[in-house]
């Protein structure tokens, strides 16, 4: 599960604000999106937990029953760089 998390992690890169005026979707992304059924927001949500979050901690919120909403509040740009303070 970890070593998923990882993977998905090192493949979500963040863009520089310049290259987002640019940006033009990949057609396999928007299909997942698309075969995926929910809303753009929650999506950008599981991604932003995803990447914002520290692998143990997110083994750990899925381990004792976090939900979505309550993985999100650990995301806050006060609590990134805490693992720790997550747990």
Request: hydrophobic share 35%; charged share 30%; net charge positive.
């Amino acid at each position: 599960m970890k070593n998923q998390v990882l993977h998905i992690r090192d493949n979500v890169k963040r863009r520089p604000s310049a290259s987002r005026d640019n940006f033009v979707p990949d057609e396999k992304f928007i299909e997942i999106c698309r075969k995926i059924a929910k809303t753009p927001k929650y999506q950008y949500q599981l991604l932003q937990i995803v990447v914002d979050l520290d692998p143990d901690v997110l083994v750990e919120t899925q381990k004792i029953g976090l939900d979505t909403k309550k993985k999100s509040l650990l995301t806050h740009t006060k609590l990134r760089n805490h693992p720790k303070l997550q747990m």
